[in-house]
Nanobody
Framework: EVQLQASGGGLVQPGGSLKLSCTAS????????IGWFRQAPGEARVGVSC????????YYLNTVKGRFTISRNYTKNMGYLQMNSLEPADTDVYYC??????????????????WGQGTQVTVSS
């Protein structure tokens, strides 16, 4: 089965950047979409961005559009989320996930089959 691990989080000042990585192991994820989600304590998990299996289709949460970029590397069996111009509102635990079947926007957590542990992103001065 697919094993996922999100990494790259940390503390960054407003306006700064972080690049999150999603490392997949045990199984190849070339045929799966990859999604990034974030969740604050006491709140629902929210889809941030996703990329199709082919890598040709992407979706973004409106509040991160233009600041975040999702990508993937098939050779490395990894996904990425480049986060620029970070804001305090971006502070959350970020999760990566994969889904077997294509869905609408791709940003619904319930559509995803495999999940990694989260990585904390804190944006503060």
């Amino acid at each position: 089965e697919v094993q996922l691990q999100a990494s790259g989080g940390g503390l960054v000042q407003p306006g700064g950047s972080l690049k999150l990585s999603c490392t997949a192991s045990e199984s190849n994820v070339d045929d799966y979409g990859i999604g990034w989600f974030r969740q604050a304590p006491g709140e629902a998990r929210v889809g941030v961005s996703c990329i199709s299996a082919s890598g040709t289709t992407t979706y973004y949460l409106n509040t991160v559009k233009g600041r975040f970029t999702i990508s993937r590397n098939y050779t490395k069996n990894m996904g990425y989320l480049q986060m620029n111009s970070l804001e305090p509102a971006d502070t959350d635990v970020y999760y990566c996930a994969t889904k077997v079947r294509p869905t609408g926007s791709g940003l619904s957590p319930r559509d995803y089959d495999y999940w990694g542990q989260g990585t904390q992103v804190t944006v503060s001065s």
